[in-house]
């Protein structure tokens, strides 16, 4: 049985599904639905997929283990799909983003947050656009990243590459990371760092760390260490610990991060949805495995939707932010977002 022809089958049947890809492995993992049912879950109690909206107030889409046909296989995939296609940057929002991070900066200044995470999207049109092979050139250009194709009739079709873990839970174990700054790749991991990006990576780790210690037993934080995400560099720390609350608690207390949304969360989140002017839908939301056994443990491995587009025909949504702060310089801003989107762009 192999995995591409069960995604084209699916696809021509209008079934949900999800492949993916976990970062460093060979082996690609589908989720083949067997109705055209949407399961949606609150508490995060199911075993499945999970795939989360940026705001909670929206329900999470399910695709259940027991409704579902699992497959999995190695990945052995031809090198010469590694193309990339020379799309112009779409200066059309350049001006409405610049003006948005000013609105964020102001606002920090005013004492509202300390950071918010803005972003924006871009749309691409691809002829003929062949979704199984855009799919193969991800797995193939974004090894370390979580990499998936979403799909439900009612809802859309989704794919990404993602570098950054919400959360791995085994029984009562849990780790997850605190991921901020942003730097292009060029052919070095030993960087130097802006006191802007240093700043961003601790607010995010001391939040995390403050928020994980009221709901658990022991919280340990690594060493902070350059990682490379496709062509992009990022400042990451590990956080790990036992938990002494139920999975549902664990991932509410984590989703929205700082990394995607802001601190102090409320205020920042706020400001998002009445300024960023557009629906994030599943962009910077979670998605992944849930309440799998594995090894007789309960398993959930769950990651932040980001590197992501939204497909529709021969069109591609490409959804892209950045974390600002008082130091943050608005036209260097909409540089990031420019690097970022090509992580998805090199791929259609």
């Known amino acids: 049985m192999n995995i591409f022809s069960e995604i084209e089958k699916a696809l021509e049947n209008d079934l949900p599904f999800v492949v993916y890809n976990k970062p460093n492995t060979t082996t690609i993992k589908g989720l083949f639905q067997k109705n055209k049912e949407l399961y949606t879950s609150k508490d995060y109690n199911e075993s499945g997929f999970i795939f989360a909206p940026f705001d909670d107030a929206n ?14 296989e190695k990945i052995d995939l031809d090198n010469n799909l590694i193309t990339s296609n020379n799309f112009d940057i779409d200066y059309s929002s350049k001006q409405n983003h ?11 200044k005013n004492n509202l947050f300390k950071k918010v995470v803005l972003s924006r999207r871009e749309k691409v049109e ?8 855009t799919f193969k050139k991800l797995l193939l250009n974004y090894p ?24 791995k839970i085994k029984d009562d174990e849990f780790s997850t990371m605190s991921l901020a700054g942003t730097q292009v790749f060029k052919n070095a991991t030993k960087v130097t760092w802006q006191p802007k990006e240093i700043e961003e990576q601790q607010f995010v780790t001391d939040y995390i760390t403050e928020k994980l210690s009221n709901i658990c037993n022991t919280v340990n934080i690594s060493e902070t260490e350059t990682i490379k995400a496709g062509n992009l560099l990022h400042l990451r720390t590990i956080i790990s610990g036992q938990k002494k609350v139920n999975n549902a608690t664990l991932i509410k207390t984590l989703h929205p991060t700082p990394a995607v949304c802001g601190l102090p ?5 706020d400001f998002i949805l009445k300024h960023e002017n557009y629906n ?29 587009m939204k497909i529709n025909n021969n069109s591609a949504t490409i959804f892209i932010g950045g974390g600002i702060t008082k130091d943050s310089n608005p036209k260097k801003e909409w540089e990031e977002t420019v690097a970022k989107s090509n992580t998805m762009k090199n791929i259609l």
């Open 126 to 133: 691809v002829s003929n656009l062949n979704i199984v092979e």
């Open 144 to 167: 370390t990243a979580f990499v998936y194709l979403w799909f439900h009739p009612k809802v859309g079709m989704w794919l990404g590459a993602t570098p950054e873990t919400l959360v």
């Open 280 to 308: 994030r839908e599943f962009y910077t939301g979670f998605l992944g495995e849930l309440n799998l056994q594995n090894e007789s443990k309960n398993t959930s491995e769950l990651f932040v939707n980001l590197r992501c």
């Open 265 to 269: 969360l409320e205020p920042s989140k």
């Open 98 to 108: 610049i003006e948005l991070v000013q609105k964020g900066i102001d606002a920090i």
């Open 59 to 72: 329900p999470s889409v399910l695709i259940p283990e027991n409704q579902s046909l699992f497959i999995q």
